[in-house]
């Protein structure tokens, strides 16, 4: 039973001495992020996966956060790369101005080139890839790498593939996304006006065939579709701009026209009431002339009763 137990021990401090040995290999590189101006970043229907999408000729960056938790005097690092699928290297080379890390510090390294679609093959091809930093023994003068630790591009979640798009592909693209936003916050059948109703339906024809121009491939035919599509949804939308400034216009001589007769009423049935206010008057000073005249008389005849 003692000898079992040390064997049990022994192995269990092999154990633990390699982890202590080949852990610090993959300690440093903490999660990297990648920069735009991409096109995309996130789940594609087309990939089925995560994806980080930029256009050819748009500059790429990825930040790459180094950890210093092992080294007490320092972590000197020479490069850091991007080792991609395709079997092509993106560099940052700092061997002439050495980066040291300090104990317990993180710094944070970008690496930028320029996405190619001629280097990436292929935009069906999403690409996986690697990162590498160097450590070197000094900061000056001759040095030697001490070591090299790696992360695969899938060690964290979520986590992306490398996508490039040629240029009319990225353009019909963007175009899409454009329609789509379009005809999103503007439906067809919001259209009240019959001519933007219809501009606004060629529309949406000339977008249905831009997509089917792009799944074949055909990323020119695609841009040319889509961009169609977004003059007629701007037309659309011109259109029924101007029905309903014509719709409120009118609308607004209705009821100024309203107004005007409702006026001419309170108006009429103003001068209504000053004349009968007036034919009042008249019949009141009418009656007190008649009241005058019926004193006038009693007083008379009592006077002439008296005098005789």
Not at 28 to 42: A, D, S, V
Not at 103 to 122: H, I, L, Y
Not at 251 to 278: F, G, P, S, V
């Amino acid at each position: 039973m003692k000898k079992f137990t040390a064997i049990l021990f022994s192995i269990l401090l092999c154990a633990l001495i390699s982890m202590l040995v080949t852990s610090p290999a993959q300690a440093y590189i903490e999660r990297f992020t990648w920069l735009p101006p991409y096109m995309k970043k996130g789940y594609d229907d087309h990939y089925g996966d995560d994806v980080v999408i930029y256009k050819h000729g748009s500059s790429a960056s990825l930040i790459v956060p180094v950890k210093n938790d092992w080294y007490s005097d320092g972590l000197n690092v020479s490069k850091v790369i991007i080792s991609f699928d395709w079997g092509q290297n993106k560099t940052l080379d700092l061997s002439t101005d050495i980066e040291q890390v300090g104990w317990q510090e993180t710094e944070m390294f970008t690496v930028t080139f320029t996405a190619s679609a001629t280097e990436a093959v292929s935009s069906e091809w999403a690409h996986e890839y690697d990162i590498y930093v160097e450590h070197v023994n000094a900061t000056t003068g001759p040095t030697e790498i001490v070591d090299t630790w790696s992360r695969p591009w899938d060690w964290w979640w979520p986590n992306y593939l490398f996508v490039v798009f040629p240029t009319d592909q990225a353009n019909a693209y963007d175009l899409s996304e454009e329609y789509d936003a379009y005809a999103s916050a503007y439906p067809t059948w919001s259209f009240s006006n019959s001519n933007a109703s219809q501009l606004a339906g060629k529309a949406s024809i000339e977008a249905s065939l831009g997509e089917t121009y792009y799944t074949r491939g055909d990323y020119a035919s695609a841009e040319t579709q889509y961009q169609t599509a977004l003059d007629l949804y701007s037309q659309a939308l011109a259109a029924e701009l101007k029905w309903e400034t014509k719709v409120d216009e009118a609308e607004l001589d209705i009821a100024l026209t309203e107004a005007d007769a409702n006026m001419a009423t309170a108006n009429a049935a103003l001068r209504q009431a000053d004349a009968a206010i007036y034919q009042s008057f008249s019949l009141i000073l009418f009656g007190l002339g008649f009241v005058f005249m019926g004193v006038a008389t009693i007083v008379y005849a009592m006077r002439k009763s008296k005098a005789g």
